[in-house]
């Protein structure tokens, strides 16, 4: 049975940085294909980082490009979620999945196409 175990997050004011984590039992990250979601108040879950483990290869969304980076540790199968340059909307809910259902569907952001998930953790930035 896959788990997602996620830790971090927390309060930060704008500008600041945190990092997420989330540790993979029942499958490897090395094989796998990952990803990161948020949901704010009142808004849908959205699709803003994956991640290739096979290769490397990572995919985002163009509001947290260059700011965020989604990375791997294989010998501790652990999926990371660094955010660097955080703004007020980045507040939100956020969350680590796994498990793509189908080869193609690797890197490619809608929720629809996982099949774990963790439980999720708060962000929270203010101005």
């Known amino acids: 049975q896959v788990q997602l175990m996620q830790s971090g997050g927390g309060s930060v004011q704008s500008g600041g940085s945190l990092r997420l984590s989330c540790a993979v039992s029942?499958?490897?990250?090395?094989?796998?294909?990952m990803v990161w979601f948020r949901q704010a108040p009142g808004k849908e879950r959205e699709g803003i980082a994956a991640?290739?483990?096979?290769?490397?290869?990572?995919n985002y969304i163009s509001s947290v490009k260059g700011r965020f980076t989604i990375s791997q540790d294989n010998a501790k199968n652990t999926l990371y979620l660094q955010m660097n340059s955080l703004k007020p909307e980045d507040t939100a809910a956020y969350f680590c999945?796994?498990?793509?259902?189908?080869?193609?569907?690797?890197?490619?952001?809608?929720?629809?196409?996982?099949?774990?998930w963790g439980q999720g953790t708060q962000v929270t930035v203010s101005a």
């Open positions: 029942g499958s490897t990250v090395r094989t796998g294909c």
């Open positions: 999945g796994a498990g793509a259902k189908y080869p193609w569907s690797c890197l490619l952001l809608q929720q629809g196409l996982y099949n774990y």
């Open positions: 991640i290739d483990g096979g290769d490397g290869r990572t």
